[in-house]
């Protein structure tokens, strides 16, 4: 059977991805990967949970997203890695480059009719993250915990009742009028902030919240955007023939395989990995 022909795109967004993390779904996220051809990808943030990342849970799945995105690094697919909270030692290398690599705290690209989109991951505006990182650092703890529980009670509810998914964290946070408000306020800053700058386009993570919609305020008007994240929602940001879409992974499109619990890969397999892919790089 012939392989479905990849979609080309112009810019692609991912954020919030979380690997080293039980709630990251990365299987899925190969999948889609794999599907698509960008010119430009921007990681924007929390990419690589390091608040958590434990050389003992570090499944192949995991390994082979980061070898997929170094495969598009050897073949001159620019990537601007835009660090976030989770991942923010990385800011440390703000304007390091390597082949087609950067690590960059923002970025701003010109779009089609001059138009320009601002890229960057948000939390600037979190002030937990600002004034009590401890207890962000619980809360990611809480919310990490919080995922193992929903993955039994999708099993449950599958498996047992013949029910579809439930997400525990988003109930939650639909239902907790502080968090709403606090997504609108996230919102609404950048969206004052892009247009003060004279963008047309704002594009953040940070809040797992995928959306796209225009705001406007008393200077004027601007399209704020948010690829949303891959732990529940497992959405990334397009942008293709002068338009931006949200993209929302389909489960059906998993091709279906046996249940085999993964290998977990030692540190010296995971050295081993990179090495290789840095090697091919070199040599292209």
Known sequence: MDKAPKRKLDILVLSDIHLGTYGCHAKELLHYLKSVKPKTVILNGDIIDIWQFSKRYWPKSHMKVVKHLMGWMSKGIKIYYIPGNHDEMLRKFAGW?????RIVNKVVLEL???????????????????????????????????????????FISEKIFNKGK???????????????????????????????????????????????????????????????????????????????????????????????????????????????????????
């Open 112 to 154: 089609d009719n001059e138009e320009k989109a601002w890229f960057f991951h948000g939390d600037v505006f979190d002030i937990t993250m600002q004034h009590s990182k401890w207890l962000a650092k619980l809360g990611a703890v809480g919310y990490d915990t919080l995922i193992l529980i929903n993955g039994v009670v999708n």
């Open 97 to 101: 480059k390597l082949g087609s690599l």
């Open 166 to 284: 439930i997400s525990l964290s988003k109930k939650i946070k639909n239902s907790v009028k502080s968090a709403v408000k606090f997504i609108n306020s996230f919102e609404n800053t950048a969206a004052d902030i892009g247009i003060s700058n004279h963008y047309q386009y704002v594009v953040c993570g940070h809040i797992h919240q995928p959306e796209m919609r225009e705001i406007v305020n008393g200077e004027g008007k601007i399209m704020y955007l948010n690829s949303g994240d891959w732990i529940e929602n497992l959405t990334s940001l397009e942008y293709a023939n002068g338009e931006w879409k949200i993209y929302r992974f389909d489960p059906t499109e998993m091709p279906q395989t046996n249940a085999v619990e993964e290998e977990e890969l030692t540190n010296n397999q995971i050295f081993d990995n990179l090495l290789e892919e840095f090697n091919l790089m070199q040599q292209s």
